[in-house]
């Protein structure tokens, strides 16, 4: 079936098409579910890996920092793991700073990749969500047909190439045209057309997470240097700013991590 919609033209998009291929053998909510969890794995296991390097580079600029001259008092070698060796080298007080600085970069740039985390998996998050969406809506379509019925147009050479499986066709491109909305013009065709609504205080919630996932998907992460964070929205959508009106860019990300102001 899928070979066969390729070859329409102006065909839905072959995301669309897999996610109605995907609703005749899992369920939607199933497949959300497992992806959720699979995020959180991430996160737990990510986030250990990298404090545990933290603690490792942070502990060899610390040993660059009080280092002891030749003349000093050579402290007792410190406690080590059975399969790891103490080992000592001899270096300049140029090399040792040389060495200190190196390190104290690695340092900042490991500190950061907390925040590099969050922008991924936030972003993984987001898709996880469109796809339980989608998957959802295919499942609705395709057994009530009639809820996508509209003015919209599609051309005879569409309809006759589509004409054996012409339901699973307009629901591709039902799909595929939600696909394209706007995080707040998706919640208003789900409650117009299906009635179905976010309770309010989800929807602020991921306002502000549909917002941050556009920053980071389509802009790098960065945000230019303006007065509000509002005028930045504008460039994404006219209609995600509630969430985070008075918000500010925290100053040790680099990248867009928004903080509220108090």
């Known amino acids: 079936m899928t070979e066969e919609l390729g070859q329409l033209e102006g065909e839905p998009t072959d995301n669309a098409i897999d996610v109605i291929e995907a609703v005749r053998v899992s369920s939607p909510n199933a497949v959300f579910r497992l992806n959720v969890r699979r995020i959180r794995e991430l996160l737990e296991a990510a986030w250990s890996g990298i404090e545990d390097k933290r603690r490792k580079v942070s502990n060899i600029v610390e040993k660059l920092t009080n280092i002891s001259t030749g003349e000093e008092q050579i402290r007792e070698p410190e406690s080590v ?14 090399q040792v700073e040389f060495l200190r600085e190196v390190m104290s970069t ?6 950061n990749l907390h925040f590099h985390l969050h ?3 936030c972003v993984a998050i987001w898709g996880a969500l469109e796809g339980y969406i989608q998957a959802a809506l295919a499942a609705i379509f ?16 569409d309809a006759i190439h589509a004409r054996d499986y012409l339901i699973d066709y307009l629901v591709a491109k039902e799909l595929d045209d939600i696909g394209r909305m706007s995080f707040d013009r998706c919640q208003e065709y789900l409650k117009s057309r299906l009635h179905l609504q976010f309770s309010n205080e ?10 941050l996932r556009n920053v980071i998907a389509h802009s790098a992460g960065f945000l230019r240097k303006i007065a509000t964070v509002e005028e930045a929205v504008l460039d994404f959508d006219q209609r995600i700013h509630a969430n985070f009106r008075h918000a500010t860019v925290h100053e040790d990300a680099p990248s867009a991590v928004l903080v509220k102001e108090t």
Not at 106 to 111: D, G, H, I, T
Not at 202 to 211: D, L, P, V
Request: proline letters at 6%; glycine letters at 2%; hydrophobic letters at 35%.
């Open 142 to 157: 395709t057994s009530n047909p009639d809820l996508m019925t509209s003015e919209k147009k599609i051309s005879v050479t």
């Open 106 to 111: 690695e340092e900042k740039f490991v500190q």
């Open 81 to 94: 793991a059975p399969d790891e060796r103490m080992m000592s080298i001899k270096l300049t007080e140029p």
């Open 119 to 121: 922008n991924i998996l």
């Open 202 to 211: 989800h929807t602020e919630k991921m306002r502000g997470a549909y917002f």
